[in-house]
């Protein structure tokens, strides 16, 4: 069964770092772009940081300069390495790709479930 599986959540202070993964698990062909999208209490979800296959990324604007986001594409990989925390980055933290399944289907949209980042002093 195809999952993306996210794992680095945690709580910090401000000021310090955390490094989310998230795996695709086995039965994938392929594996396009790949992001990390955010949730806060009472917001909407939120694009934080992507990565194409050719790993071109982009950034939301409120990130830029203290997030990376990385992938290995021979282990169905991506990180998001989150330094200089600030309590507005307080969310659940949810990986995204496009994968194509061994099952035969073209590339479709996955989610994992999601991994808390608090961050307070």
């Known amino acids: 069964q195809v999952q993306l599986v996210e794992t680095g959540g945690g709580s910090v202070q401000p000021g310090e770092s955390l490094t989310l993964s998230c795996t695709a698990s086995?039965?994938?062909?392929?594996?396009?772009?790949m992001a990390w999208y955010r949730q806060a209490p009472g917001k909407q979800r939120e694009l934080v940081a992507s990565i194409t296959y050719g790993e071109v990324k982009k950034y939301t604007n409120s990130v830029k300069g203290r997030f990376t986001i990385s992938r290995d594409n021979a282990k169905s990989t991506v990180w998001l390495q989150m330094n200089s925390l600030k309590p507005e980055d307080t969310a659940v933290y949810y990986c995204?790709?496009?994968?194509?399944?061994?099952?035969?289907?073209?590339?479709?949209?996955?989610w994992g479930r999601g991994t808390q980042v608090a961050v307070s002093s």
């Open positions: 086995e039965g994938i062909l392929g594996i396009d772009n």
């Open positions: 995204n790709a496009d994968l194509q399944p061994i099952s035969g289907e073209g590339y479709s949209n996955w």
